[in-house]
């Protein structure tokens, strides 16, 4: 049931973003980031998980994962040396991926295309636990894809959420409105996903079967950690 629901609260705060800032000009206002959809509780929210208790992390990033409808990879990683505070100061990391169209939303707007994965695309995603924020170096996590179908394959580089929360408020709403879009759409998403280190790129993969490994660094304060690759399987309809 949890899944269900929260894949419809996210087509529905990605689709009331885009209708408040259409509807501002009629309205006489400028609407602020406080008036958007109401933020659901997620993971994060609902019970910290500190990053020392590795299967409590593990679970609660597979928890956000799924809530969003993307299928998680088949086994976590992890960098050492990169956190303070358990053994060889690993920071654990799961990735998971979702095909296109997505989101899915029963909702629609003539004229506007709400989807950030377009059909054919596949988006990969990247969640670690316990990072700081991230720095000016948003780059060093990459994506090794083949479509086992097709015999299609490459490498993507893989950037910040935001660029990909970006992408999800159509090119259509104005662009002094499309801040606030875009806000409402990222708080969104950070309540069930912490706020470091997490990386994500839609990839033009066709149809099929898509074998992928994900692997690369992430900065944490300072310290450059390399997270070992892990990887999955994806059917793109």
């Known amino acids: 049931m ?37 933020v659901p509780p997620g993971p994060t929210q609902t019970g910290t998980v500190a990053p020392g208790d590795l299967f409590g992390v593990y679970n ?15 086994y976590p990683t992890a960098a050492a040396y990169c956190l303070n505070g358990n053994s060889l100061g690993l920071a654990p990391a799961v990735a998971g991926a979702v095909p296109g169209p997505w989101p899915k939303t029963s909702v629609t707007i003539p004229g506007l295309d709400l989807s950030a994965v377009k059909a054919g695309q596949t988006m990969f995603t990247f969640v670690p636990y316990g990072l700081n924020q991230d720095g000016p170096d948003t780059t060093g996590m990459q994506v090794a894809w083949l479509n086992v179908t ?7 580089s893989m950037g910040p959420l935001s660029s990909i929360l970006r992408a999800m408020v159509p090119a259509e709403v104005p662009i002094a409105l499309r801040p606030i879009a875009e806000r409402a759409i990222q708080d969104f998403f950070f309540a069930a996903l912490p706020m470091g280190g997490v990386r994500a790129v839609p990839v033009d993969t066709g149809q099929g079967t898509v074998l992928a490994a994900v692997f690369g660094t992430v900065e944490n304060g300072g310290k450059s950690c390399f997270f070992l690759p892990t990887v999955g ?5």
């Open 233 to 237: 399987i994806t059917e793109v309809p």
């Open 2 to 38: 949890a899944v269900p629901r929260r894949l419809t609260m996210l087509s529905a705060a990605a689709t009331c973003a885009v209708a408040l800032a259409l509807a501002a000009p009629a309205a006489g206002a400028t609407p602020t980031p406080s008036a958007a959809a109401p």
């Open 60 to 74: 609660t990033a597979i928890d956000g994962l799924r809530a969003f409808g993307m299928q998680p990879f088949l």
């Open 150 to 156: 097709s015999g299609r394959g490459g490498l993507a």
